[in-house]
């Protein structure tokens, strides 16, 4: 048995015997003690601060006195002098090992620290990003030793953070010399650390000890919209997050009419790459600005998307996604630098693509399947990414099925008579009084509902402008609920539905929701054409995720999760009410907020998780639906709201829907007659 000093890490609960005068961060370094360093033990980042504790502990089986490590020094002296810290705390580097100690390794000395996120169900983000800072002290130019200024800064780096083959950039070799001499020969190095394809990479030089961060991007290219978080590499902290609208968009809304753009336009694929790229370098812009961070501080970029994106913003023609067998140029993740791709960050910027599941299964889709994690889970968990393109998932611990379902753009707003994006002054939110059949909402920048007193006032510098993707939901769910539209989607006239609101337009009927002429504002209506359109989005939707059930030889799931920055406003009564979703005990029904921007997040801070993510897209299988027979069955069913043969019992047990119909063209009013077919 050693009779060396015992020391024992918490929380690890990793120990070891180790001779006395032996460095606390050497110890944890052997011991495989996550205890962060940047300079290397000289007393100058404190990132190694640790607490030793004193006294019995006798769950660990040693008793601490209080001379069981070296006196406090100079250099800690010096730095809490200078920069603080906390009464009790020892510089790991500093602190030598005199006798038993217990020592505490503080969240913020772990270098893979542990980003909580804000929702309650979400697992824990470790971080362990893909680059790193490096303090190194590099020898000195001699007449007799012929290397130059790269080979010995490459050397430090292996002898003194052991690491090995490390390359560098033209743009480096410009800038180096002059940085080392700066510095005294002492440096701050910003190390890619590698992957299976490249060996580790110098990415930026710093004179002396850099005191700053580095940063990275986890971008969510949608069809509709980008969405990006600017997050500290080194402490997993989102500085800024921002979005804007996808330029493409004027090159059709849906996927499809962009890949039909490209087919029929000569160089119309090049076109729209080059917009979604400008479009990006504008978001990357504010989003530094909001964060007050310089673009070329930026090292390290994730980004997820759907086929098409990937494909346009790579610069790859989408042909082949607009026709069977849909066959992607490559389904594998990417990884490529900045100046490839036109992106105006930092020139040696590591950029990389999650990979693709199947040819209308994205990225995106392996985003959501990294965040919200169906393999890992016990229960059949059913996540919907609501979006103009649905990525549905369905599994568990047995297996994970996983397709797409064009939903269309109609959730969000499109395509809707008095639609509009969710921005201040759009209706969010709807009840229907019982008795009146008259709306009341709410609006995008206020909390109060129209009926409310000073509500007028309160929305006065935005108004109301329109109704927006949760807003339409509600809209139809609260009509149907209340007999105003019938189960095949017909809005009934006002002696039917008893509504003031109800009113004759053209061969059909319309609601009244708002009228604000009387003051320059608009007049907000639902009609039927609105209601066929939320229709056909939701059979989309609803018609993917009972395939996969079939699939999986299940009639029903244990939990449902709505993911998509949409789906976390979806009021969940309501989107049973219509049939969006299989029918599930509303407390099993969860939002998981934007889950592909979470996944991106994710892979962005924890390297690791990138191999993760590649070995379960391998076993996620692919459901089609273009080619599925009973695809459009369940499509016909699903048009009825909520559905026209699933008995949905938990649905029924809370709400009871009314079951008169309206049509009077002769149709079966199960599935609307001739309107049906208009689908």
Known sequence: MSNDPLVVFTPSGKRGHFPKGTPILTAARQ?????????????????????????????????????????????????????GLIDGRRLGCQAQVIGDVVIDVPAESQVHKQVVRKRA????????????????????????????????????????????????????????????????????????????????RIMHLWPGFYEGTVYGLAVDLGSTTIAAHLCDLQTGEVVASSGVMNPQIRFGEDLMSRVSYSMMNEGGADEMTRAVRAGMNTLFDEICAEGAVDKGLIVDAVFVCNPVMHHLFLGIDPFELGQAPFALATSNALRMRAVELDLTIHPSARIYFLPCIAGHVGADAAAVALSEAPDKSDDLVLVVDVGTNAEILLGNREKVLACSSPTGPAFEGAQISSGQRAAPGAIERVEIDPVTKIARFKVIGSDLWSDDPGFEAEIGASGVTGICGSGIIEMVAEMRIHGIVDAPGLIGTAEQTGSPMVFADGRTNSYLVYDGTAHGGPKITVTNRDIREIQMAKAALYSGARLLMDKFGVDKVDRVVLAGAFGAHISTKHAMVLGMIPDAPLDKVTSAGNAAGTGARIALLNSASRAEIEETVHNIHKIETAIEPRFQEHFVNASAIPNAVEPFPILNSIVTLPTATFNTGGGDGAGGGRRRRRG
């Open 31 to 83: 011991l495989g003690v996550d205890l962060d360093s940047v300079c290397g033990g000289r007393g100058i980042c404190s990132k190694c601060q640790v607490s030793p504790g004193y006294g019995q502990f006798s769950k660990l089986g040693v008793t601490v006195q209080e001379d069981a490590l070296s006196e406090w020094n100079s250099v800690e002296q010096r730095y809490k002098d200078k920069r």
């Open 121 to 200: 169900e979400a697992r824990d983000i470790v971080l362990n990003p893909s680059t790193k800072l490096f303090y190194v002290e590099v020898q000195e130019p001699d007449m007799h030793d012929p290397s130059g200024d790269l080979e010995r800064l490459c050397a430090a780096l292996k002898d003194q953070w052991e690491l090995e083959n490390v390359k560098a950039d033209l743009q480096i070799l410009q800038v180096m010399q002059k940085i080392l001499r700066k510095g005294g020969w002492k440096v701050t190095v910003a190390v890619h650390l590698g992957d299976d394809e490249n060996p580790p």
